[in-house]
Nanobody, 123 residues
Framework: VQLQASGGGLAQAGESLRLSCATS????????MGWFRQPPGKEREFVAA???????YYADSVKGRFTISRSNMKRTLYLQMNSLTPEDTAIYYC??????????????????WGRGTQVTVSS
């Protein structure tokens, strides 16, 4: 199983970035997928999730600015991040869970994790 996040980098406040998470080794279309982030000196926190049936969940802090999506054909998860703020600075991780969940998930409920990609937003 592999999850490889990419697309991070430097952005100024108000700009956009799009993260991708390429996967292999499991039946992507059946998996519940999520994005988490870990700001400097803080614990890992939920950002967004999407079920196999395309139901989406968002943290309040990103609702209306971030959009999670998936391409089952490409086995890839995406996170479109708009109107970035310095508070979005973090390492962003993608994660996979074999079963669905109908509430905001916690990190320990996911089976597989990618290595993360750094997002830095300057003011």
């Amino acid at each position: 199983v592999q999850l490889q996040a990419s697309g991070g980098g430097l952005a100024q406040a108000g700009e956009s970035l799009r993260l991708s998470c390429a996967t292999s080794g499991f039946t992507f279309s059946n998996y519940y997928m999520g994005w988490f982030r870990q700001p400097p000196g803080k614990e890992r926190e939920f950002v967004a999730a999407i079920s196999g049936g395309l139901t989406t969940y968002y943290a309040d802090s990103v609702k209306g600015r971030f959009t999670i999506s998936r391409s089952n054909m490409k086995r890839t998860l995406y996170l479109q991040m708009n109107s970035l703020t310095p508070e979005d600075t973090a390492i962003y991780y993608c994660a996979a869970r074999s079963r669905g969940i109908v509430r905001i998930p916690t990190p320990n409920e996911f089976d597989y994790w990618g290595r993360g990609t750094q997002v830095t937003v300057s003011s």
